[in-house]
RNA sequence: UGGGCUAUGGUGUAAUGGUAGCACAAGAGGUUUUGGUUCUCUUAGUCUUGGUUCGAACCCAGGUAGUCCAACCA
């Protein structure tokens, strides 16, 4: 990836770069990207990705991917593969993959040695109990009875969490922190918790499962990580992650294992994007519901789903590259994503021909039996140094013939002054061929001749005549003229196509706090609540579309642009005898 | 109602005690074989009240508003 050079550094890299000049962890610089293996990557974790990486990949340093796999009940090697996939999509490289479970071993000794320290305690409460005592924000909590339980039980107990024979639910390992604290986290938060489960990695090794305050800094602990980068929601517990960091720190310098001072933790503001929902368990739902198409699905805000809509990864990077981070919690506009994503596609998308919503159109004066090949540009943004267009390897062939489809809307009976495309007594350029013109007589009716119409009074022909003289390429194709130029396939070379246009999947800006004011208001939960602000017309499938027969050899989401209606790509499912194309976005204005 | 974090045009962001700048959006005009692209221009901002200072968007205090925290989730 190329970064500019002199643009200004955001908060985080601020602090690496100075942390780098004073030669803070023997000038290292080591992050890591910790999803949990339990759903598909969306666009904020983009953003995660993009800051975890980009910096390492920025200042020297080394990112590595971590599965935070601390939850069996949740989390299966499925979602590893695919996450392993958006990540090179997108373009970045790991030092490693991890995974959290590589450091149950060393998490469990650390545990015993917290116990041992008597910093820890194994409490036989009801999960209810615990609650109740652990106060409210306002309210300071109250010690558990287990509390001063002699170390030589809770390390019994601990053992016991282990071997299989302990219901999930009594015994788990507390820290002995300060039921007191003002930070809800510091209230003796749980370490350890009875699974009896098989982790998928770790088989039937493990029964009881460290929480992900005991593991995170204690992970980047281990794995050499010097600054821990997330989101705003973590800064709660940082004072805890720096506590258990400090602790084994000191047990590391007790069994010589470890020297480094540790890692930190640092913190930036989440994507908001308006008219979009994030939220794993509401995207589930969609999925369930079959409101969308699986989790690729275009309209989806997953990294799969974006992916298949028709983003390049370089447009995705430029979005996230221009709402920064901060450590405000804003909402950004999906307009400025779409901005970006033009702003990239514009120079790597191959325009072609598509009339996406057809009528007829009739040359009457050019010969029957004609056809033309002729050239068309693959990208008028290819520039040379002077600015021109290049033309070499840049062109591809297109057919013209007598009958010809064009756009339903580019003609209009009665358009007036404003419209500048087609229509009675008007004459308009046909984009790569010639000037055409539609004649303004009238038959004894008052109906123009230049249009047929069936018996509903709908447009099922026009005629036009074109200008052979003005062949584009040739001197008179310099005529001017006041209409504007039209795109169109011949009728005969052309290829019937599907054409699936997207628009956001929500009317309301923010549908996450929409939805769950409607679950409150209503007593209603999950779709029934999401259904109110649900776009109907968020999937337009269009079958009677035409394409030029160029675009039948183009792979899987290949960049298109359909020339003067928007950025399109070649669906996955698209095959040579049913072509499929996905809008990406539509062109500005 | 305890604690943490935050507040700059409509939106996002920059200015790190010394000229409030950029992008998107909106509007006007020029160019154009995409009503695209591109170019020019316009509109519009430091939440509030005090304090420190020669000087405050920036530092301090109060207010207001938003947001996060009371899962055996991460």
Redesign the pocket.
Known sequence: MNYELNK????IE?IVKSDLAEGKNDGRLQTRF???P?GYLHIGHAKAIAMDFGIAEKFGGVCNLRM????P???DTEYVEAIERDIKWLGFKWGKVCY?SDYFQDLWDFAEWCIQQGRAYV?????????AQ??????P?TNSPYRDRPVEESLRLFREMNSGNVE?????LRAKIDMA?????F?D??MY???NMEHWRTGNKWNA?????F??GQSDYLEGVTHSICT???????ELYDLFVAWMREWGAQTSRFTYQGPRQF?F?KL?L?YTLMSKRNLLVLTKEGVVNGWDDPRMPTICGIRRRGYSPQAILNFID????????????I??M???C??DL?TR?I?VSAVVDPVKLVIDNYPEEQVEEMQA?N???LRDAEGNTIMEGNTHAIHFSKELYIERD?FMED?GK????LGPGKEV???????IACSDEQDENGNYKCIEKDSNGNITCIHATYDAD?????PG??R?IKG????WVSCQHSIPCEVRNYACLWTCENPR?AIKQYEKENGVRGIDAMRPFLNPESLIINKNAFIEEFAKGLPALSYL?????GYYNVDPDSTPEHLVFNKTVG???
């Open positions: 200004s550094l955001n908060f601020q910790p999803p949990e339990n935070d796999d601390t939850n009940q949740k989390e959290a409490d036989e409460q009801t999960s209810e109990e615990i609650a652990k106060g409210t924000p306002t309210e909590g999930p639910g009594k015994m788990i604290s003002p930070n809800m986290h209230r938060p749980i918790r009875v699974l499962y460290p929480m992900y305050d593991t995170h705003l929601e973590f800064v709660p517990h940082r913190e503001n908001n308006n221009k709402i920064g981070y901060t450590t405000f919690d804003a909402l950004n506009d307009k400025l779409e901005a970006a033009r702003e514009n998308a325009r540009v990208n008028p943004e580019d358009g404003k419209f500048l495309r350029r046909l984009k790569n061929a010639y000037i003005t062949k584009s390429g040739m194709a310099d001017k504007k130029t039209l795109h706090d642009q359909f020339q003067r209606i062109l500005k204005g």
